[in-house]
């Protein structure tokens, strides 16, 4: 990837919101110079009420706040949220906000990063929105289930520099001084590479890594995303893998999901990776939106990237490649409850599927680029 790994990382997983808010607003808290937040998703709720006050709270005891709202993704908030923190002295910017649709390759381009960083000391990131659909512990389908990574250590500079290259296109007048990006203490054994990727054409440094990912193991893949709509040559990465005796588990949406004509799309590509021998899971209890693909329990990726076009190729996303045996056993083990949640699909089953189903995969199939 030509992106050099931090040593000396510690990586905490949160599961679900009832962990991953309370963190996260627990640092928003206990930051006493600096917060900087990117996301694509700021809905409803009250979450989204309670991130608005805590970083009102914390520019209103001097804090320097600066949050960065993608312009499509976040259009939805309760404007108010939006006051709450302006009021207060935060420094809340739109990115490519909807008034640019006098440009639109600039709007088929959104940030779909989710990052918060905490006096340059503690980060967070994985696929976790501001809104109530992010709430509870996905005991029920209104409780999505997702997975955040918090991470303390050098590699924190990666997160930030992924949230000052969306900044500063707002921002452009910004001065960048050493403490933006301060040099984080050593808090663990973690070897920690963050990628960037930015919107680009045809390939960008999220499908290089994804493509690198799934060519590398030597026992075991496994793929945990909430959309999957992978073009031919990564169907044929995933099928060549499986096809050398590598065991590849696929964990996607099962009744439950948010956007159906991404899922039928994807699932004209079902027939062919079954009958190649890779295993394709269905979770059940809700939707399930943690983006994860694990390498052999040694390497593990989390971030905001989905296995469709739009992250791999239209829009900025940020991912964390984490080398580190125990860590990736702790998440090994959190996908083993998740694939137990899981329906798997047999190929005889989906051979029989019905003449309309097929037709609607191929209609939904010619859009994939839009997906």
């Known amino acids: 990837m030509g992106t050099p790994f931090f040593g000396g990382n510690r990586i905490d997983i949160l599961r679900n919101g009832v962990q991953i808010f309370p963190a996260m607003l627990e640092a928003i808290e206990s930051a006493s110079e600096r917060i900087d937040f990117l996301t694509f998703v700021y809905w409803k709720g009250d979450i989204a009420r309670r991130m608005a006050e805590a970083l009102a709270d914390a520019a209103r005891r001097g804090v320097a706040v600066r949050a960065l709202l993608d312009g499509v993704g976040a259009f939805p908030v309760d404007r108010g949220h939006i006051d709450v923190m302006t009021s207060a002295g935060a420094d809340v910017r739109w990115f490519r906000p909807v008034r640019q649709w006098l440009a639109p390759w600039k709007m088929t381009h959104r940030t779909h990063r989710k990052v918060l960083i905490c006096d340059g000391e503690v980060a967070f990131t994985g696929g976790v929105g501001i809104a109530e659909e992010w709430e509870g512990d996905a005991r029920n389908q209104r409780e999505w289930r997702d997975t955040q990574f918090r991470l303390r250590g050098p590699a924190v500079r990666g997160l930030q520099a992924a949230f000052l290259g969306n900044w500063l296109e707002v921002a452009a007048r910004d001065t960048l001084r050493p403490e933006d990006v301060p040099a984080a203490a050593s808090h663990g054994s973690a070897n920690v590479q963050v990628v960037r990727s ?61 956007q159906r004509v991404v899922q039928v799309a994807g699932e004209a590509c079902y027939e062919r ?93 010619l859009f994939r680029r839009q997906l």
């Open 198 to 258: 930015t919107a680009s054409v045809e390939w960008s440094d999220l499908s290089t890594l994804v493509r690198t990912l799934i060519e590398l193991p030597e026992r075991r893949l496994r793929v945990s995303t909430p959309y999957f709509v992978p073009d031919p040559t990564l169907v044929d990465a995933i099928c060549d893998t499986a096809a050398r005796g590598i065991e590849v588990d696929v964990l996607l949406p099962g009744p439950h999901t948010d």
């Open 273 to 365: 990776m079954l009958e190649t021998g890779v295993r394709i899971f269905e979770y059940q209890p809700t939707l399930i939106h943690q983006k994860i693909i694990a390498v052999d329990d040694h390497l593990v990726t989390i971030g905001s990237g989905n296995l469709n076009h739009r992250s791999l190729i239209q829009d900025d996303e940020v991912q964390l490649v984490v080398l580190d045996p125990d860590f990736a056993q702790r998440v090994a083990a959190m996908l083993d409850e998740d694939f137990s949640r899981a329906r798997p699909i047999q190929l005889g089953d989906w051979s029989r599927r019905g003449l309309l189903r097929r037709s609607a995969e191929k209609l939904a199939a």
